[in-house]
């Protein structure tokens, strides 16, 4: 055999094994288990209790409003291929829902996380009777969901380690709880005759049912950002917010507060304007790229915004 052959044997052999570790290694990813989150709230939580044991995939990308997101054509393919399809339920993702219930009866197993945290529903406005989907402003039981997705996904999703994904849960429960005991204390200084919310649309009744505000109103009076206020609604508040002498209202850092600010001048009394991170992560470095740093930042704004004004 000349050299020529036996080089070009070797080199045809080594084109084999290149192609053999290729396809070995485009099947292991192929096998990788695989959770699709409609939410990246949700999203945060979800890879906190898995880990490295499964692909997890957020369609809801950071700064979108969970009210009025969609969903590409692939997106909705990776929802019916999923192990697991994990959502918030409770009406929140209205355009992505018909998505689930497609995932759901092709045969993917779905957790509708808000509905198993002994949800609330609205007390006021046009979605008074309605279930809140809003959970997460409450950490406690934020931590009941992410005991709810470890269990689902030790349960459905296989090939994953169900000892480490139960070990990330309590790990990252134990986080949450230090949360909740955080925010109970900075709220301890504002006081009862501010703990008075008004808020862009409805979206803090779990965190003022836990740590004692009241909701005076809101600008949009929805549990939704796709509802408009009225110049009555308007009127309404602006007259609440008088009564009430509230000192600030807190709209959405990532929507317009072109509303809240209609309101100010119309309540005819000095109010700040606050922002907070109310229905989405941020991208990294904008202030809440992570839940735990959404709700440490809302703490703190809320009692500045009540205490300082």
């Known amino acids: 055999m000349t050299a020529t052959r036996r080089a070009g044997n070797v080199s045809l052999l080594l084109l084999l094994c290149l192609l053999a570790t290729v396809t070995g290694c485009t099947a292991q990813q192929q096998q990788r288990p695989s959770v699709v989150v409609t939410t990246n709230i949700l999203g945060d939580l979800t890879r906190n209790v898995v880990g490295d044991e499964a692909e997890v995939t957020v369609l809801m990308q950071p ?139 409805h979206v803090f009744g779990y965190l003022a049912d836990r740590y004692g505000f009241r909701v005076v109103g809101a600008v949009i009076p929805s549990g939704t950002t796709l509802a408009s206020p009225s110049a009555s609604d308007l009127d309404s508040l602006a007259g609440a917010v008088r009564k009430a002498g509230v000192p600030a209202i807190f709209a959405d850092s990532s929507q317009p507060d072109r509303l809240a600010q209609v309101l100010k001048r119309e309540s005819g009394i000095d109010v700040e304007v606050v922002p907070l991170f109310s229905e989405s ?27 300082s004004h």
């Open 281 to 307: 992560l941020t991208p990294k470095g904008q202030g809440a790229a992570t839940y735990l740093q959404m709700m440490r930042a809302n703490a703190e704004a809320i009692t500045e915004g009540l205490t």
């Open 63 to 201: 700064g979108a409003d969970p009210h009025s997101f969609g969903v590409s054509a692939p997106q909705a393919a990776a929802m019916e291929q999923a192990d697991l399809v994990v959502h918030n339920g409770l009406g929140l993702e209205e355009n992505v829902l018909r998505h689930v219930e497609a995932a759901r009866e092709s045969g993917v197993p779905t957790l509708a996380v808000g509905e198993s945290v002994d949800p609330m529903t609205y007390t006021g406005g046009e979605t008074a009777g309605r279930p809140d989907p809003h959970f997460w402003t409450d950490p406690v039981r934020v931590r009941k969901a992410v005991r709810l997705i470890g269990e689902r996904v030790a349960r459905h999703v296989e090939g994953v380690d169900a000892a480490a994904v139960k070990e990330n849960a309590e790990r990252y429960g134990a986080e949450l709880a230090g949360l909740h005991t955080s925010m109970r204390d900075a709220f301890a200084s504002v006081p009862a005759d501010r703990r008075r919310l008004v808020t862009n649309h």
